[in-house]
């Protein structure tokens, strides 16, 4: 299996545009979660969904943030307007579910937004 | 979920045993030990998990003291792709895994 992709993976934006993120899960995993790293606050949680419903969206920063889940392979987060505060490390990753909780990251998208 | 306290940074050379160790002295009975490492400017990774008894797999072994309120991640013979960030967390029925800070390992040559 590919693991967890996400793109882009690198991003570089102006402060006031909108800025998506995309993940593509593991294949028959059932829960993705989304995380946000900084160096200020380290590695943390934003959301996660358990089969495309999103669980617990209680990390978000605030209504700038939103994300969602069409489909079992595919999840995005947007921001809009995206402000340099923004700037960060995007993480994606799945489990086979929230019980198995065993999370599988991808390898991340680096936002810059200047 | 418990916390967990780590030493900020660690020293280890190539070829040599890797000890790493965590302090959860307010872990519950249900809480499971979990460690991920990072490599810089990567996702972070899975190691190993456990819950009382010693565990081990391809990358390294748990060791979780009898009173469960500490636990070491052994990497047995550690290589230069083993410097990373190690995190050591303490997961309940909570499905969150909080991330702190780590320990961050560096393997010398």
């Known amino acids: 299996d590919a693991g967890v992709i996400q793109s882009p993976r690198h991003e570089v934006t102006e402060m006031g545009q909108e800025v998506t993120l995309r993940c593509k899960p593991i294949s028959g995993h059932n829960s993705l979660f989304w995380y946000r790293q900084t160096m200020m606050r380290g590695l943390e949680l934003l959301i996660y969904f358990n089969n495309n419903v999103p669980i617990d969206d209680s990390g978000m920063p605030e209504d700038r943030f939103s994300a969602k889940m069409p489909n079992a392979s595919f999840s995005t987060l947007k921001i809009q307007p995206s402000e340099p505060r923004d700037s960060a490390v995007y993480f994606c990753a799945s489990s086979l579910s929230l019980a198995k909780n065993i999370q599988y990251f991808g390898a991340g998208t680096r936002l810059s937004v200047l | 979920d418990a916390k967990t306290t780590q030493p900020t940074s660690m020293d280890c050379a190539e070829g040599r045993a890797a000890n790493l160790p965590c302090n959860h002295s307010t872990i519950s009975g249900n809480e499971y030990v979990y460690w991920y490492r990072q490599i810089h400017s990567q996702g972070p990774q899975y190691i190993i998990h456990?819950?009382?008894n010693n565990e081990t797999n391809e990358m390294a072994s748990l060791i979780i003291t009898e009173d469960r309120k500490s636990s070491t991640l052994i990497l047995p013979h550690a290589t230069l792709r083993d410097t990373a960030v190690y995190y050591c967390i303490v997961k309940g029925s909570n499905y969150k895994l909080t991330f702190g800070k780590g320990t961050l390992l560096t393997v010398n040559p």
């Open positions: 456990g819950l009382k």
